[in-house]
């Protein structure tokens, strides 16, 4: 029952799961490159976080007395269960919180017994939630890890299927504004004001600091919670923010969708055509950057054209693409727009990201593909209540059914260049995406960027509080990659807020199964790229050097919704 769409989509949550098929980079990769990059940027934030370890904060009580009431101004909060979980597999021991925020905001937080340093990480979700994904402590100090408290929430509701289907379903919301508000813009507000009352009542005091760090989904919560609780969280990482909630899902995975599906509903590209295509975009461009070196490092010079793999007429084979083929191809890389060529979205997929089509676009058929999601949306999510709803089926690529989704996305977006309150209040943020993902365009996520720091002074002044990281060749959420599949800026996130060493790199590696390390690169704020020295492997990344762009970013994009940046979407009573 695995969907690969979902454990994509989830891939934020997993992530920090221990069911993840890596541990967390926090510790993982800590060790894995720490040689590397302490030679290359110096101490990690593991330094003065180990320090601290000797002065973990002692709980003032029991784990289960924390069960009961907290009547916290609108986010009554319910501790259903507490109980102490052992040390195990690297995790230390912790008080295991389980409770809800009324009405049904359900949360697990974790609070270890003996290690806790005052810091507290909040996770997002994926999808559309409705699961509680498991959590692993960040190792980013303490030993073994487990200095953090750690929390996760549903969202508000219970999705069908549980696990990765269960961020598939949103057939909870169909009459339900409460929860469709819990989901948009609530939960991870009152989860955070949960948790510090519980660290309260556990410890003594609230935490020092707190983080949040999603991706996807958890992306977008990561950019509205900057925006819209700009207290709640002195340091955020947003990773491949969904962070347009209408236009992407009702609007950019619909499009994935059916531009792929012929008039009989059956696939046009098939996952097998998948690798010619990559490899052909990749003879076309992986030398723009400079290297031949299997990574296409910027995706925005490569103008590879589909057309040029088309099959002789009558041939159909894996080596070519056949002319309705090449169409889904164009339609894939140029994004979703009306009969008259008005974007929809801004932007499409990116070249490069072909083969992580498979599972999305492209039905596989053992994972079936992202079609649930918008059909959900469409069906339960996108409309007023009561208003006709559509679905992937029936949805209309117009600019009148892009304005119908907007009474709700507003609620949801998180596209609002008004940062003031999280820079004034010190807030750090960081965005990330990979280059090659083939599921939330990083077009859309460039042109918010630079729509928010030409909102606020500038490139170099935003820098100061808000910077982006694009890392070449990673799948969604870091979910694989095509050469470089890993990538975890938490740490470097944790050392800006507390040493104010504002990231001016994050190492991104290639890893084999075995977690063996093939290839090292840093990744330099954008629109720095990294160029090679000259000398030296070109799998380590101490031989690349920050270096201007090719081409002087130029990412905000005309499209239909560029009026949603300037409205404020509402927030929760307190
Ligand atoms: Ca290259």
């Known amino acids: 029952m695995r969907n690969a769409s979902a454990s994509r989509l989830a891939a934020g949550a997993r992530r920090r799961s221990p069911i993840r098929w890596r541990s967390s980079r926090c510790g993982r990769a800590v060790a894995a490159v720490a040689a590397l990059a302490i030679a290359v940027i110096g101490p990690l934030a593991a330094s ?9 904060i002692q709980p003032l009580r029991a ?27 690297g995790q230390p021991e912790y008080c295991d919180v389980q409770g809800y925020v009324e009405p049904a905001v359900h949360f697990q937080l974790k609070l270890p017994t003996t290690t806790f340093n005052g810091r507290y990480v909040q996770y997002g979700c994926a999808g559309l939630c409705g699961t509680i994904f498991p959590t692993t402590f960040p ?3 303490g030993t073994p890890g487990g200095d953090f408290a750690v929390a996760a929430t549903d969202d508000g509701h219970v ?8 961020i598939l379903d949103g057939s909870w919301a169909a009459n339900d504004q409460a929860a469709r508000d819990d989901y948009f813009y609530r939960a991870p507000h009152v989860v955070s004001l949960a948790s510090k009352r519980i660290i309260a009542a556990y410890y003594g005091s609230p935490p020092a600091r707190s983080y949040f760090d999603g991706c996807s989904t958890g992306g977008r919560e990561g950019l509205l919670l900057a925006q819209r609780y700009p207290h709640d969280f002195n340091g955020i990482v947003a990773g491949a923010p969904a962070a347009f909630m209408g236009p992407l899902n009702g609007v950019y995975f619909t499009w994935m969708v059916r531009v792929n599906t012929d008039a009989r509903g059956a696939p046009i590209l098939a996952s097998a055509k998948l690798p010619a295509l990559h490899d052909a975009v990749m003879a076309a461009c992986d030398r723009l950057d400079g290297l031949a070196d299997g990574q296409i490092d910027d995706p925005q010079g490569c103008t590879f054209d589909p057309a040029s793999i088309q099959c002789p007429a009558g041939v159909d084979d894996a080596s070519c693409l056949t002319p309705a083929q090449v169409d889904v191809v164009q339609k894939v890389y140029s994004g979703p727009a009306d009969a008259s060529g008005h974007r929809l979205y801004p932007g499409g997929a990116p070249r490069g990201s072909e083969l992580s089509w498979d599972g999305f676009l492209v039905p596989n058929p053992q994972f079936g593909s992202i079609a ?3 059909d959900n949306y469409l069906k339960y999510l996108g409309y007023p209540i009561g208003a006709p709803a559509s679905s992937v089926a029936d949805f209309k690529f117009t600019l009148g059914e892009f304005n119908r989704l907007t009474p709700e996305s507003l609620k949801g977006n998180a596209l609002s260049l008004d940062l ?13 995406q990979g280059w090659a993902d083939g599921n939330i365009s990083v077009f859309g996520t460039l042109d918010y960027y630079q729509r928010l720091w030409q909102a606020n002074g500038g490139l170099a002044e935003t820098q100061q509080w808000a910077r982006l990281f694009m890392v070449p060749t990673l799948y969604h959420c870091g979910l694989g990659g095509y050469k470089l599949n890993t990538f975890d800026p938490f740490p470097e996130l944790v050392d800006w807020v507390e040493h104010r060493h504002a990231p001016d790199r994050v190492i991104a590696s290639d890893q084999d199964s075995h977690g063996t390390v093939l290839r090292t690169r840093p990744v330099f704020p954008y629109p720095q790229r990294a160029a090679y020295t000259g000398a030296g492997s070109i799998d ?18 005309r499209w239909a919704g560029a009026y949603l940046y300037s409205i404020p979407g509402p927030v929760a009573p307190s």
């Open 159 to 166: 999705g069908k299927g549980g696990g990765f289907l269960a």
């Open 63 to 89: 784990c289960g007395d924390l069960v009961g009431d907290y009547g916290i101004p609108g986010a009554a909060t319910h501790v259903t269960a507490a109980t102490v979980v052992p040390a195990a597999n």
């Open 372 to 374: 649930p999601l918008p």
């Open 139 to 141: 190792a980013c100090g």
């Open 540 to 557: 380590d990344a101490r031989n690349f050097a920050p270096a201007a762009p090719l081409v002087p970013p130029h990412d905000v994009i």
């Open 48 to 56: 003065g976080a180990t320090a601290r370890a000797s002065s973990a």
């Open 420 to 432: 003031r309150n999280f820079q004034r209040a010190g807030g750090k943020l960081i965005i990330w």
